[in-house]
């Protein structure tokens, strides 16, 4: 049992000899942070030509206002379309304003786009309500 115990204790000593001086806990602190911006928001006017005379060449504007986070940048896209429809009749539209789309938030906070629309209808085209759809997307 005495030798037992001796060579229990010289076991301790040893583990205690081989283990790291001086390591000590250490400890770093990470700082943690958010910034909450607004929302972006769009809202569109509509692009009404109204009546238009078969023969004659007519112009309209639509707007979008897109709100949000001053000086944030954001995607900005608009489907482009090229005819309105009326049942299996078409029109061709030609636009303005797809090219120089903004990305950044102006400090006011608002932003608005402007699109143009020409319509050339002919004496043939079909007398009707024509219509059609443009879509904007935005994204931070």
Do not use: C, W
Not at 57 to 63: D, I, L, S
């Amino acid at each position: 049992m005495k030798k037992l115990l001796t060579l229990l204790s010289l076991t301790l000593s040893m583990t205690a000899f081989a283990a790291p001086q001086g390591n000590t806990e250490k400890s770093a602190e990470m700082e943690v942070t958010a910034r909450v911006i607004a929302p972006l928001t769009i809202n569109a006017t509509p692009m009404a030509f109204g009546d238009i005379i078969q023969g004659t060449t007519a112009t309209a504007t639509g707007t979008y206002v897109i709100t949000g986070q001053p000086g944030e940048t954001f995607e900005f896209t608009i489907t482009e379309i090229t005819e309105l429809t009326s049942g299996d009749n078409s029109l061709a539209i030609n636009l303005a304003g797809l090219d120089n789309i903004p990305t950044v938030i102006p400090e006011s906070g608002n932003l608005t786009h402007v699109l143009t629309g020409t319509l050339n209808p002919t004496l043939t085209t079909v007398a009707g309500d024509y219509e059609g759809t443009i879509t904007a997307r935005i994204q931070y």
